[in-house]
């Protein structure tokens, strides 16, 4: 059985019985800041563990998933060009940090267009409309797409007309580019932030027109300042009526701390 958990924000763990993947680990909301995340202290330490990483903006990265490569037997990195010099002092053999570094074969640095395969996964980057990379994941039958922060951040209240066009025609340059090669997804993580105001939901809506997606995940709405606020940003993203394609699709809001979906595996 195939297994994704939502840990916060934009932090999933997708896991099966062959392999564990993390995407996006900023933070565990369970756990003290100096405490291991709860998927890392139970999980199984000679299973293989991919953690994947779109960018380094601080709600996204943490340099403490280097911290785990002591704990494993079979460990990789994949992760964007800015994460890569924004980490330097922990990757570099020469640097004078002595925190754990992990061995450099373990590290996968990624731009967009480029790709790492093994004999268990396949990782693929994309663009993104902030830094970074979006990816597609393919695994045992499984095919699973993390946005970063690939959306169509339109600040509608904040921009004009030029600009707002300007902003949808470059993210659906990038939508293009992954729909030549992809037309179907099993799992998608995806932004659906509030934050930004009225047609907050524009991203998501055009993503589901133009991929056939079996179960969308929204994503990206824990970044509230007052617990009010962080409800309302839940809710937000739940309403599921303004950008779910009505005709394909199963929208899966996840919102709790390791609440979890499990899908079939693919015989």
């Not at 009225?198 to 300042?225: C, E, T």
């Amino acid at each position: 059985m195939n297994k994704l958990t939502y840990i916060w924000h934009d932090c999933f763990v997708f896991e099966n019985d062959k392999l564990m993947i993390i995407f996006d680990y900023w933070k565990d909301p369970l756990t003290s800041a100096d405490s291991l995340p709860l998927f890392i202290e139970y999980a199984d330490k000679n299973k293989p563990i991919y953690v994947i990483v779109s960018h380094h903006h601080k709600d996204h990265y943490s340099k403490r998933i280097f911290e785990w490569c002591k704990l494993f037997n079979d460990i990789k990195y994949i992760i964007s060009k800015d994460i890569a010099k924004y980490s330097r002092h922990i990757l570099s053999d020469k640097s004078i940090y002595k925190g754990p570094k992990p061995n450099k074969d373990s590290v996968i640095i990624l731009s967009a267009g480029e790709r790492y395969i093994d004999k268990r996964i396949t990782i693929e980057a994309y663009g993104s409309t902030d830094i970074g990379n979006s990816y597609v994941v393919m695994s045992k039958g499984m095919k699973l797409f993390h946005a970063g922060d690939l959306n169509a951040w339109i600040w509608k209240e904040q921009s004009t007309e030029e600009e707002i066009d300007k902003s949808i025609n470059n993210y659906i340059s990038i939508l293009l580019q992954i729909k030549s090669i992809h037309i179907d997804f099993d799992i998608v993580m995806f932004p659906v932030d509030s934050r930004i105001g009225s047609d907050y939901y524009i991203g998501a809506k055009i993503f589901l027109q133009y991929f056939d997606v079996r179960h969308f995940f929204p994503m990206h709405f824990g970044l509230g300042d007052t617990p009010r606020q962080q409800l309302k940003y839940q809710l937000d993203a739940t309403k599921t009526e303004y950008y779910a394609n009505p005709t394909r699709g199963e929208y899966i809001c996840l919102q709790s701390p390791y609440s979890t979906f499990l899908y079939p595996e693919i015989i």
